[in-house]
């Protein structure tokens, strides 16, 4: 009997097994241009790294594993939250929390939605490892050299004045510089979320596609290929480099800011120079034009748009902080807002477009009905 049951255990674990191979295959399969964008950026990482001296630096991994462990973290423990007091509350549940249990492990054990952030999680490893590369060694291929016709055309396109004058009511308060500064950094926790909840949808939907291959394109095109034809530092840096002191009432604001409220990007601009000076603790990767802030803001917006539209009025606000904050803070020209902005709209329309076309006429099949479809061996 217990041959027996052993038998039946093995060939029960083979089959689960070989089950779950096959979704992630599959996966892959359908993954394949996601894979293909990803795998180029981390190839042309370690070309233009030989070039510069810098290679892809793997253990930076390690810094992308924690920070995602503490928003797995985080957001878990506010989701079990709310989700707990709403079932005690609001659905009037006799045991809210074996119905919490119950359906946090539908969720922990779907093996489809396993397979696709697997498949999703990956490329997006490779990609972030190869574009930091690329991302530090844009002052390097080519030394900043726009700044002065960013900054004239910015003053001509807002009628003869510096963008940040237009905005001088939230410069001279220091609380709201403050706020800005906060809704900035806020943007990485905004940026990691958007990219792990589409990781982790369980329907591998051509809109999850559409979002993963835009915000690669975004990146790769915009932050990379854009930002290396038309290098520029940006106005905090416009003094630094010797091209006068357009921006110097904007920076003495942000530094009398800084007095009463923390102003983050100072220090971070600060650190950002050290690194482009050859400092070894500090990072070479200074970049306006485009603002992949703006960007991903607005690639953001648009994706949460096709979720909900309250969703998507929330991340449309968000866009405009921090694109109002880009200029605040000193850290872009107006222009380079606008151009991520419109970088990003046309990729996603592009990318939507793509995908329609090459998915017309076809299905998305669910993987595990494909599966029971495959015949027995």
């Not at 957001?75 to 119950?102: K, N």
């Not at 357009?246 to 530094?255: G, H, I, N, V």
Request: glycine letters at 10%; a positive charge; charged letters at 10%.
């Amino acid at each position: 009997m217990r041959d027996v049951s052993e038998t039946f255990g093995r060939q029960f674990g083979a089959s689960v097994s070989g089950a779950f191979l096959h979704l992630l295959a599959e996966s892959f399969f359908r993954h394949r241009a996601i894979h293909a964008i990803a795998w180029f950026t981390l190839g042309l990482g370690f070309v233009v790294g030989a070039h510069v001296g810098n290679l892809p630096d793997f253990g930076l991994l390690a810094d992308y594993g924690f920070y995602l462990g503490v928003y797995l973290w985080v957001a878990g423990c506010i989701y079990a939250a709310f989700r707990l007091l709403w079932l005690a509350f609001v659905d009037g549940a006799a045991s809210p929390l074996r119905l919490f249990l119950g359906s946090f492990w539908q969720l922990v054990s779907d093996r489809r939605r396993i397979a696709n952030g697997v498949n999703g999680l990956a490329a997006i490893m490779a990609f972030v490892s190869g574009f930091a590369v690329l991302k530090g060694a844009i002052a390097l291929l080519a030394p900043f050299s726009w700044d002065q016709a960013f900054a004239r055309f910015s003053v001509g396109l807002h009628f003869g004045r510096p963008t940040y004058q237009w905005v001088w009511w939230i410069v001279e308060r220091p609380l709201a510089v403050h706020f800005f500064n906060l809704c900035y950094n806020l943007w990485f926790l905004v940026l990691l979320s958007a990219i792990f909840s589409s990781l982790a949808a369980a329907r591998d939907s051509l809109l999850r596609h559409q979002f993963l291959l835009s915000f690669m394109l975004v990146w790769l095109i915009g932050g990379f290929g854009i930002a290396l034809m038309f290098s520029s530092a940006g106005p905090c840096y416009y003094a630094r480099l010797g091209l006068g002191d357009l921006y110097q009432p904007l920076m003495d604001a942000l530094q009398s800011a800084s007095q009463q409220y923390p102003i983050w990007a100072l220090s971070l601009q600060d650190r950002l120079w050290d690194g482009y000076q050859g400092v070894p603790s500090g990072s070479m990767g200074i970049s306006a034009f485009p603002s992949m802030h703006v960007a991903s803001a607005v690639l953001i917006a648009l994706y949460a748009t096709r979720l909900s539209i309250r969703l998507g009025v929330l991340m449309w606000i968000f866009a405009a902080l921090i694109m109002l904050g880009s200029i605040v803070l000193a850290w872009h020209y107006a222009i380079d807002g606008y151009a991520g902005a419109l970088i990003a709209i046309a990729i996603w329309k592009i990318t939507g477009a793509a995908l329609h076309r090459a998915h017309a006429g076809t299905v998305m099949v669910p993987l595990a009905d494909r599966i029971r479809a495959l015949p027995e061996a």
